[in-house]
């Protein structure tokens, strides 16, 4: 068994297969990596990765579902760092994104580029990403409503307009380009929201 990244706690077939399928994924693109990498990444067997996804599809929305947590999660311990301040924790979560995506290296949203891989509207790995999109507007939407938006959907709306054109710009202008804007265009929408 292959050590987790704490050095100690050994890692399941199942979470190596995971871990191994979203850095290539990720790197390479769903449809650009075939299983045959995949377990030899993660050092099982292909009957091992089948024991646990029923297709290479539903491994890909299993990695997604590890990309939208993470996606929240990071939203979630921007808030907490800012308890009393909500606005103050989306700005933090919007500077984080801006800072991630300028790095060299980064190749966007794993769930925006899952939407750009699979064009088919009813794909299962199509639905899913935009299920994790639709549930992180939700999660806006909500902290919206808590710092007084009077239209909390509406912040919404634009908060993740602003989401998804910091992760094409970073990859486009990298640190030097439109991110570095980033937070102070969300502190005026915060600002207008509430006006």
Do not use: W
């Not at 699979?118 to 794909?123: F, G, L, S, T």
Request: proline residues 5%; positive net charge; charged residues 25%.
């Amino acid at each position: 068994m292959v050590e987790g990244r704490d050095g100690t706690a050994p890692l399941r077939a199942g979470d190596r297969i995971r871990a191994a399928a979203r850095d290539l994924f990720y790197r390479r693109g769903f449809r650009g990596v075939g299983v045959d990498e995949i377990v030899t990444r993660a050092g099982v067997t292909k009957p091992s990765l089948y024991r646990g996804f029923a297709s290479k599809d539903a491994l890909v929305v299993a990695c997604l579902a590890d990309y939208d947590v993470r996606l929240r999660s990071r939203l979630d311990e921007a808030l907490a760092a800012h308890p009393s301040d909500p606005a103050a924790g989306l700005v933090a979560f919007l500077d984080g994104i801006a800072r991630r995506s300028a790095q060299p290296g980064f190749r966007g949203c794993g769930l925006s580029n899952a939407v750009v891989e699979y064009p088919e509207a009813d794909h299962p790995v199509r639905e899913a990403a935009r299920e994790g999109k639709r549930a992180l507007h939700a999660r806006l939407a909500e902290v919206a409503g808590t710092l007084g938006a009077r239209a909390p959907e509406r912040l919404a709306d634009a908060l993740l307009l602003l989401v998804e054109g910091a992760f094409a710009c970073g990859q486009i202008f990298g640190a030097d380009g439109p991110n570095r804007s980033l937070a102070d265009a969300a502190e005026a929408l915060i600002a207008a929201s509430r006006a």
